[in-house]
């Protein structure tokens, strides 16, 4: 089932769960439990969707229920869904200019170790050159 919600309300809990009544714009109403936790001390529902509590009404979310009449939030929206930074470790995720000086870093520090020592000169040209052919390389692979 899809619902866009219109009301988001704390109604009850027990220990780290809390209750709250979701009001959907076709007037179905429906309990969903959130948990407690360090992250989140006060069991909102909002932080559970990863959704500023400004921004929560007018989404449309997917949603099962059980036989009890409990709801369970199935997906977050999909402008939610993925952070521009990926949250983590992805590195498509980085904008260009931030991936290029990582790799010409790299590039860099590879050369400065193999040919500083008895050919400082050449450290910069191959750096370039090695930073040209991995760029030519990814560009490849994502296409």
């Given at each position: 089932?899809?619902?866009?919600?219109?009301?988001?309300?704390?109604?009850?809990?027990?220990?780290?769960?809390?209750?709250?009544?979701?009001?959907?714009?076709h007037g179905e109403k429906?309990?969903?439990?959130?948990?407690?936790?360090?992250?989140?001390?006060?069991?909102?529902?909002?932080?559970?969707?990863?959704?500023?509590?400004?921004?929560?009404?007018?989404?449309?979310?997917?949603?099962?229920?059980?036989?009890?009449?409990?709801?369970?939030?199935?997906?977050?929206?999909?402008?939610?869904?993925?952070?521009?930074?990926?949250?983590?470790?992805?590195?498509?995720?980085?904008?260009?200019?931030?991936?290029?000086?990582?790799?010409?870093?790299?590039c860099y520090k590879a050369?400065?170790?193999?040919?500083?020592?008895?050919?400082?000169?050449?450290?910069?040209?191959?750096?370039?050159?090695?930073?040209?052919?991995?760029?030519s390389i990814l560009a490849?692979?994502?296409?």
């Amino acid at each position: 089932m899809k619902g866009t919600i219109v009301i988001v309300e704390k109604v009850g809990g027990f220990q780290d769960l809390v209750t709250n009544e979701v009001t959907f714009k076709h007037g179905e109403k429906i309990k969903f439990f959130t948990k407690k936790t360090a992250k989140n001390p006060e069991g909102d529902f909002e932080v559970v969707l990863g959704i500023d509590k400004s921004d929560l009404n007018g989404h449309t979310f997917e949603y099962e229920l059980s036989d009890k009449g409990n709801g369970k939030i199935k997906k977050a929206p999909e402008d939610y869904a993925k952070k521009p930074y990926g949250g983590g470790n992805n590195f498509t995720a980085r904008n260009n200019s931030t991936n290029d000086s990582i790799m010409l870093q790299v590039c860099y520090k590879a050369n400065k170790e193999a040919y500083a020592k008895d050919n400082a000169d050449l450290v910069w040209k191959y750096t370039e050159e090695d930073f040209d052919k991995m760029r030519s390389i990814l560009a490849k692979l994502n296409n």
